[in-house]
Nanobody, 124 residues
């Protein structure tokens, strides 16, 4: 069973940047595709980005394309989300998760081993 812990969230002004990290333990991290999701107050958890096992394939939600970059370092058992040009509408709790089918996809039901989340707040 893989345990995931997110970090790097915080308060930033619009136009600023943050880098989120998701550290994994207790499993074979490099065997699986990983994803980032986010959930704003009163809204459903939504897909943000995903990456395959070696970083060669990525996918993004349209709302973050060109601003966010997902990457991973299998030697450190960590997946990252670099967020640039942040907007107030990016405010949410951000979660990482493992894709149980080892696929780069946005369907929330395909993910498991969710972390506890890290809060990102973007002020206008």
């Amino acid at each position: 069973q893989v345990q995931l812990v997110e970090s790097g969230g915080g308060l930033v002004q619009a136009g600023g940047s943050l880098r989120l990290s998701c550290g994994a333990s207790g499993g074979t991290f490099s065997d699986y595709a990983m994803g980032w999701f986010r959930q704003a107050p009163g809204k459903e958890r939504e897909f943000v980005a995903a990456i395959n096992w070696n970083g060669g394939t990525t996918d993004y939600a349209n709302s973050v394309k060109g601003r966010f970059t997902i990457s991973r370092d299998n030697a450190k058992n960590t997946v990252y989300l670099q967020m640039n040009s942040l907007k107030p509408e990016d405010t949410a709790v951000y979660y990482c998760a493992r894709n149980r089918y080892n696929r780069v996809q946005g369907a929330r039901r395909s993910y498991d081993n969710w972390g506890q989340g890290t809060q990102v707040t973007v002020s206008s």
